[in-house]
Structures are given as C-alpha cells and as structure tokens.
C-alpha cells in the first residue's frame, strides 16, 4: 500500500519545509515565481555581494515560521481550547462573506478533502472531519506566504516612490499631476489611507488583487475552488486588520494572527533577520529561533477578555533579547550601511525623475526627454502599474498579466542600463533633471560611487552636522517649541547639550518627519526639503534620507510561565529597553551630494573639491531653520487666538 509523502523544500535557513497541494499550485503560477527574483534587500549587493536573497524564500521562511508558531502556542497553551472553540464562531462568518448558504458550501468542501486527502493536512493531525482547524491553519499560512505577494521590483526601496507618485500634487513642477497620472495611479488612489480603519501598506493592496488573479488562474475544480476561496477570504482579513476601532467578533480572531504575520516578534521578522544575517555575513546577526517557538502560547489580554494574543514566555526571554538586539545590529551595520543607502536612494530618484518623465509628457518637451520615453515605451516601462490600473471590478488582461510577471529586478535594471546609454544623456553640459538622472543611474548601472559622496559615513563627521543643527536650534525665536507647553519639549533638556546634539537632532528629524507616518510622506517631506536646500546651486545638489526606525516597541508583553498574565519585557530584559535610547545616538539621517557637471578628462583637483566639513555645517543650520520655523508656524496656528 502506497503512502502519500508530504511535498517539501530544502531551505537555507530553516531546513526542509513541508507545504500543502494547494500551496504548490499557488507556488507554482508565475504571478508567484517572479518573487524568485525579486530581491530582499533593493541594492544591498553591490555593498555586500552575497546578499541575494529573494522574496520567494522569504515566503516560504514566513509561512513555515508562522506555522510553528501557531502550533506550538496552540499545543501547549492553557487557553488553547477556548481559543479553537472560538475560532470556529468566528470563522463561520468570515467564511460566510463568499457563499450564501456556508454549511452546503462546508459539506462540499469536506467530501473533497476526503476524496483528495492532503498528506500535510495528515501531518498536522488534522482530519477532514475537522475542516475549521484546516481552513484556520491554511488560511495563515495563504497569508504568510503571499503577505509579499505585491511587491515591485526591489521591494520597499521602490514602494515609497510609487506611493508618492500617487498621491496628489506631489510632482515637483507645478500643476501637479497630469492624465497620464490618473489613468496610471486610478487603483493606488482608490486605496485607504493612512489614519484609516483599514489601512494596507501598497504590496498589501497590490497582492491581494495578485492573489485574487492566481485563485482564478489556477483552481479550476468547482469544490476546489471553494476551498481556496473560504481560505482566501479569512487570510486576507488576517493580513490586513483594522485599527483605531472597537474589535468586532471577527477582528478578535483576525488580530492575534495578524500578529504572526506582523507584530513585534512575528514570523516575517523571524526569518528575514536570520536569513539577511546570513546573507550579510553578519555572524553577531543571530539569535535563539527554536527558544522562542517552543515557547509561544495563547493568552488573553485580560482575564475575561474575548481577545487572545500569541506571546513568547518568560522562559524564552533569552530567546526574544537575543532576537531584538539582531535586529538592531541588522538594521545599524547593514540596512542603514551608507553605501547600501546610497545606493537604494540612486534608485529611487532614478525611478522616480523617469515616472515624471514618462507619465508628464507635456512638461518635459525637450528631445533630450523625448529619447528617453521612447526607450521607456520599448521597454514597456508601464507593466510596473499597468496589471492594477483598471476601473471597477474589471479583470486585467492576460497580455498585462503576463507582462507583469517580468516585472522584477533583472527587468528594471535592464531598463535603466539602456536609459544610461542614450546619447543625450551622455552629454557634458546637461540641464539639472537630467544631470541629477544621469548621476542616480551611474551609481546604480555602474556603481559610480564618486558621483553621490556622502556628507557623512563616521558618526563623527555626523557630530559636526547636527552641533551646526544644535546651534541653529538654541535660537530665540524657537525657544517656545522646546518649552513645557510646547511640542518639542521633551527634547528640551538637550539644548545646549554639545555631547547630546545627535539625540537633538534625531529627536526634531524623528517628531516632524517619523511619527506615524509612511514612507511617502517622509520621501515627500524629504524632496521639499531638497529643494530649499539646493536653491541657487549649479554645480551641485543634495538629497536626504531618513527612515524611522523603532528597535524595540514598546510596550512590549510576554506571557508569564507559571500565571499566564502579561508581563512588561522591558522589565525582563534592560539591554532590550535602552535599544531605542542607543539608536536615538546613531546615524539616522543620510545626505549626499552629487556633482552637477560632468568633470571626466580635468582629472584629480586639489584638496577636497566639495568642502565636506563646511557642507555638514552648512545643512545643519540650515535643516533646522527650515524644519523648526515650519514647525513654528504650525504651533502658533494651533494656538487659540487671544481676543
């Protein structure tokens, strides 16, 4: 008698992963495939050039991870029955959305799964008879493996420029956007924003009408077809959850497993920590996976509380520091490496200036600009957008369907060489737009690192920058943002503080660019920035990066072994409480400056031709002026006026 083997991956980082039939005909669409190649990491590797992981094994990493997490808490927890019992309620009127009649639509779906028995389902212990607990460990695991479903090439170093094309008036000429920017960005904004109930980040949205299209694709079968769909509609409820609002009885289910999928310590985070420290060569980027998973459980918010979490315990609490304190060394030697930021920003501002071009005809009408589009229209520079940009419920074609899965690294950077080698590019005296393209696509084509320094790489040279930002800020005139009634307050103990003008700085840059806000705001903030900064100057330009990071969020809980209450881990773990005071003492802001005129054949000047140590001064006083005089502005119309 033949035994069906479960199907399963060898994996760099977590070994062999087992997977389900129908997470191979999901894995198996070229929708899917085309995450093989899409990196991890934008352009990490021309810093670290063994750093090619994609996001297809990221998936798989998150969905096996977000596996073990479920079934550990669930196996030992003492809260795991109530948790299952409710579980099934809730699920039925998720389930519910797509049929009419759910019980007939179960029976079905129940008669197929013992027709076409599933060895990995069998591995679990779960049995047809036991379709709930099936539909609840499939439907997390479909939300894992696709939660990157969405993404453009280069994953999140790209997501905030597509994000700010979409949003109104952000184009740098005047008049805002075009038809072209309508027509292109209709499904972006139709998106909720942010400060919404519901509100997906862009590779959520993109991926969930990705999936939708692999459903369609791939599961002819009638039952089949139901199945995946009760699947589907239950993990996109876990992958988008709503905020700011009383939990109804479904988002108590959908909240704690959205925390597997995002949380403090999830299974996204679990992998890519591990598996980008790895491809880093960051041997001190490590920690205790199998400590916490052996450790997760079920607990209640609060005694009597419908809602459940999913926590490590305090018996994994060398597990959960070791993992925050890799993280924070992920993030400060290889994420935030200046090179490896310079290099994503070229990419960015070379994406970005070529969209502008593209999709702004009318304001680009030079022949130079026209060369470039006409490359840009051969290469089907469209197919980034071109899959979502339908109107209502319509389906998009199979020509842009299959256009879009090419739309990966390989592709772009094949569009971007080819824009490199236009002759009007090439020339000596370029106007600034293009200038500015030519430099970003050096950087990123041929790693012309000359053409972007950067202002600073040591948190020395930082030093000088932000006490020029301390001076600025110790004026008069900003004195009530620092005050007790004003919004800076809390940073007004740093003032004057020479030794403490870093935390400052990061502190001002943090509240007016980081609070809450997505990467499009911060790159829109960024770009006006620039474009003060860089007022009068022809031989060179500027630009800014800064990305909010936040190394332990705080607060924090685990479960505790004995009790089960919620315990504070800052109280467990002091190292992993002052991660965020460390972080508040390094580079948070990157600049760099980019030489305007092509200077091949004068060779080598003398001396320091851009005047680093005068251009750190130089920014930082003038960041402050322009970011605490706005800030100003908005405080005083704030206020109530005096009658």
């Known amino acids: 008698m033949s035994v069906n083997k479960v199907d399963i991956i060898r994996d760099a980082v977590h070994g062999y992963i087992p997977y389900s039939n129908l997470e191979k005909e999901f894995m198996s669409h070229p929708l899917f495939q085309r995450l093989q190649y899409v990196g991890q990491n934008g352009l990490a590797y021309m810093t670290y050039p063994s750093n090619r992981t994609s996001r297809f094994a990221h998936c798989l990493g998150t969905m096996h991870v977000g596996t073990q997490m479920l079934r550990c808490a669930i196996s030992a927890s003492g809260y795991a029955g109530a948790f299952l019992r409710d579980s099934k309620q809730r699920l039925r009127g998720l389930v519910t959305r797509p049929f009419e009649r759910v019980e007939r639509h179960l029976r079905d779906i129940e008669a ?13 212990g779960l049995t047809p008879e036991r379709i709930w607990p099936i539909i609840l460990v499939q439907s997390l695991r479909l939300a894992c493996i696709a939660h990157d479903l969405g993404h453009p090439p280069f994953g999140h170093t790209l997501e905030p420029v597509l994000e700010y094309h979409a949003g109104p008036g952000q184009c740098p000429h005047e008049g805002g956007h075009g038809k072209s920017y309508d027509r292109a960005f209709r499904f972006l904004r139709g998106r909720p924003r942010a400060g919404s109930p519901v509100s997906p980040a862009l590779h959520e949205s993109c991926g969930a009408v990705l999936a939708h299209q692999v459903f369609a694709d791939v599961f002819r079968g009638v039952f089949e077809k139901k199945f995946f769909e009760a699947c589907l509609s239950v993990a996109a409820g876990i992958v988008v959850t709503r905020h700011g609002e009383p939990l109804t009885e479904e988002d108590a289910l959908l909240a704690p497993l959205h925390e597997i999928v995002s949380g403090a310590v999830d299974a996204d985070r679990a992998d890519y920590v591990l598996r980008d420290g790895a491809a ?3 041997e001190a980027v490590n920690y205790d996976l199998p400590r916490i998973l052996g450790n997760m459980r079920v607990g209640r918010e609060r005694r009597n509380s419908h809602r459940f979490l999913f926590r490590p315990t305090t018996q994994a609490t060398s597990g959960v520091e070791g993992f925050f304190q890799a993280r924070y060394r992920l993030w400060r030697w290889a994420i935030y490496h200046q090179s490896v930021v310079r290099a994503n920003v070229a990419l960015q501002r070379a994406v970005s200036a070529l ?10 009408p030079a022949a130079s600009y026209r060369s470039i589009r006409k490359v840009l229209d051969q290469e089907g520079f469209d197919r980034l957008w071109s899959v979502f940009s339908r109107r209502g419920g319509q389906t998009a074609s199979r020509e842009k369907i299959s256009a879009f899965c090419y739309c990966d690294d390989a592709w772009l950077m094949g569009v971007l060489r080819k824009v490199s080698l236009v002759p009007s590019i090439m020339k000596r005296r370029l106007p600034q737009p293009l200038a500015l393209l030519r430099a970003y696509l050096g950087v990123v ?23 020029a930002f301390g001076r600025r800020a110790k004026a008069r005139c900003f004195c009530p943002l620092f005050k007790e009634s004003g919004p800076l307050s809390a940073l007004g103990p740093l003032l004057g503080d020479q030794n403490r003008s870093v935390e400052l700085c990061n502190g001002v840059l943090s509240q007016i660019l980081g609070p809450e806000a997505e990467g499009k705001r911060i790159l829109a903030e960024l770009r006006k920035l620039e474009r003060r900064v860089n007022e009068g100057q022809d031989e060179k330009a500027i630009c800014l990066d800064f990305h909010e990071f936040k190394p332990y969020p705080e607060p924090f ?12 881990f800052a109280e467990l773990s002091p190292s992993t409480a002052s991660l965020n005071r460390a972080w508040s003492g390094e580079i948070q802001l990157h600049a760099f400056v980019t030489l305007l005129r092509d200077r091949t ?14 251009e750190r001064a130089r920014l930082g006083s003038m960041l402050a002026g322009i970011l605490l005089k706005q800030k100003l502005e908005d405080f005083k119309k704030s206020q109530p006026r005096r009658r």
């Open 280 to 282: 880093f060569g960051l």
């Open 355 to 364: 969209l502008d071009i593209y999709l702004n005809p009318g304001s680009y």
């Open 112 to 124: 197929w799964l013992r027709k076409n028995p599933d060895p990995f389902y069998q591995s679990l």
């Open 445 to 467: 084509c041929r790693r012309e690192t000359g053409l972007m320094q950067a202002l600073w790489k040591r948190i020395e040279q930082y030093r000088e920058f932000t006490w």
């Open 601 to 614: 054949g004068e060779g080598e000047p003398e001396g320091d031709p851009l005047k680093l140590p005068n």
């Open 557 to 568: 809980t685990v479960c505790d072994e004995k009790s089960g209450e919620l315990k504070n």
